[in-house]
C-alpha cells in the first residue's frame, strides 16, 4: 500500500473562514430581510483597470493571429514582463537584474512551491499572528515550527529571538492580518539575524503597493545586506485586482548562495521542470501594470481601499477602540472592547449591527481578543458598517 503523506493529519482544520460562512448563513436563515455589511475576506471588489483591460484584449487578438500567436511561455516568465518588473524595482533604487525575477502565478502558489528550496530538516520561524498558509504549508513538508508571538506591547513587530536559531524566516510587511508594517531599522534587525545565522527569509510583499509612508520599505531589498538572505515574493492580487486573473512575482538575488547551492539557479531548475509558464495572455495584462498609465490607473484602486480604511478608522478614532494597520495596509486590527474574546465580539458584531468580520484568534493564539476589517469592501458598506460600529462602540 503507498505510504500517504502523514503530515495532513497533523494540520488544524482551516476552520476560520469556513465557520464565519456558517455563522453568517445560520444568520440569514433566521433573519431573511437582514443585509450584512461584509469587511471579512480580503478579497479585490475593484474591477481591472482599463490599461490592463486593452492589454489583455491585444493578446487575445494576438493569440488568433498565426504571426503573433504564442505557445509555451518561457517557464521563468515572459522576458518583457521580467524586465517591467526589474525597471519598477530600479524605478525606486532597488538594484534587481531580469534574471533575478520570477514570474508566478501568484504569491499562494509560490509560498507553497519554493519550499522545495529547503530540506526538510530546516526549521520554520512564523510571527504570529500569520497568514494561516506559512504554518500549513510546513506542516504539509514536515518541517519543524518555531512560533513567535508579537502583541500590542511590540506593536506586532516582534524583533528577532536572540535566543531561538531558525533556517526559514517568514516576514510579511505590510501584515496581514495586522496591517502593521516593519519600519526600516527593525527590518535590519531580522537581515542581520538571517545572515549571522545563515538562515533565509521569504519576505511576503503581497501588499506593498498600500505602502504610503515614504521611509516604509516596500521591498527588502532596499536594506544593506537583504541580497545574501531574502527572497521577496510578491502578487499582482491586491496591487491590482488581479485575485482572480493570477499573477504575481518573485525575487530571488544571485547573491543568494547557501552551501555552495544557488538559490536562483537551483529556482530555474524548479521551475523548468514543474511549470510550463504562465499564460500569455495574463503576462500580456500584468505587464501594463507597470506602464505609466497603469500605475496611475491601479493608484486610484489603491485610493478607493485607502478611503475605506480612513473611514474606519475615523470610527474606531471616535470610539477611542485600540488598533494598528489601516495606514499602510488594507486591514486594520483592533482590540475587542471590554475583554471580548474575538468569536464573542465577532457574534456581537453579527447579531447587533449585522457587521462581518474576522477572528483574531483565527490567526494563532496570540490574535485571541483581537478582531481583523478589511478594507477591500464597497465603499457604501464600509461606510455604513463604520455608522453601525460607532454607535456599538461608542
Ligand atoms: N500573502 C498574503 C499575506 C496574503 O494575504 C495573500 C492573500 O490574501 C497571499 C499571500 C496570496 O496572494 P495571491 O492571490 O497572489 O495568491
Redesign the pocket.
Known sequence: MITPNRHYAELKDSYLFYHIAQKTKAYLASHPEAYLYRLGI?DATRPLCPAVIQALHEAVEDQADITRFHGYMPETGAPFLRTAIAEQYRSRSVDIEDDEVFVSS????E?GDILDLFDRSSSALVIEPA?PAYVDANVIAGRRIVHLSSGRENGFLPDPPENKHADLLYI?SPN?PTGAVFGREQLKKWVDYANAHEAVILF?A??EAFIEDTEVPRSIFELEGAKTCAIEIC?L?KTAGF?GTRL?YTVIPRKLIRDGMSFNEMWIRNRTTKTNGVSYIIQKGGAAVFTSEGQLQIRENIQYYKENARILMKALDKTETWYCGGKNAPYIWLKCPDGMDSWTFFDTLLNEVQVVGTPGAGFGKCGEGYFRFSTFGSREDTAEAARRLESLLG
Open positions: 480580503g501568484g504569491a499562494s502558489d509560498l497568514y510579511c496581514n511576503d503581497a501588499y502578487s492580487s485575485t504575481g
